[in-house]
């Protein structure tokens, strides 16, 4: 028989029997999680409609919407990718029909950014979705402590936004 003795060391090690542990949960953890799922749904979601976009995509339209106008430099550091990364996607995008770009008024040098006509179902299909994913998340929660959560989300954007725009902390020295 290949049974494990109940006192070897390391029978409770995660296997094939035995579930993995998750770590502690913590703040940073359950946000990253969270965030990952979110995604993880509306794209299974999206894929229903046959866009045929990506999440990075999508990211880009849902910028471009509020941004118009706006330089791929700036579009770029919005979404905090690379100008060359930005780029590959504004082509594809260009090239489905969804954003076009323009020749600044003041310097032709400068191409700015624009959706198209064609863009706008998208958008209203992309905010269905988000619609959609959003309360399949929420689920049970009350909108009063939706509302809360919101709320605690924002004061610690505010708290962080603070304290990256400062000089990192200092580490704490121990006597010991």
Not at 125 to 141: K, P, V
Not at 160 to 175: F, G, H, I, N, Y
């Amino acid at each position: 028989m290949n049974s494990m003795p109940k006192d070897m060391p390391g029978k409770d090690l995660p296997g094939k029997d035995q579930p993995k542990q998750q770590p502690s949960p913590t703040v940073g953890f359950l946000l990253h999680d969270v965030a990952r799922l979110l995604r993880k749904r509306f794209e299974q979601n999206a894929r229903g409609f046959g866009l045929g976009l990506t999440r990075s995509q999508w990211q880009v339209l849902a910028y471009l919407d509020k941004n118009e106008g706006i330089q791929q430099g700036g579009l770029a550091e919005l979404l905090e990718v690379e100008p060359i990364t930005l780029g590959r996607i504004l082509d594809k995008l260009e090239a489905c029909g969804l954003v076009e770009r323009r020749h600044d008024a003041r310097d032709r040098r400068v191409w700015r950014l624009y959706l198209t006509d064609k863009a706008g179902p998208t958008l209203a299909t992309m905010r269905e979705l988000g619609e959609i994913t959003r309360a399949e998340a929420f689920g049970a929660i009350s909108e009063i402590e939706r509302a809360a959560l919101l709320a605690l989300l924002g004061t610690m954007r505010t708290n962080l936004a603070t304290a990256c725009a400062a000089p990192p902390a200092e580490r704490q020295k121990t006597d010991g």
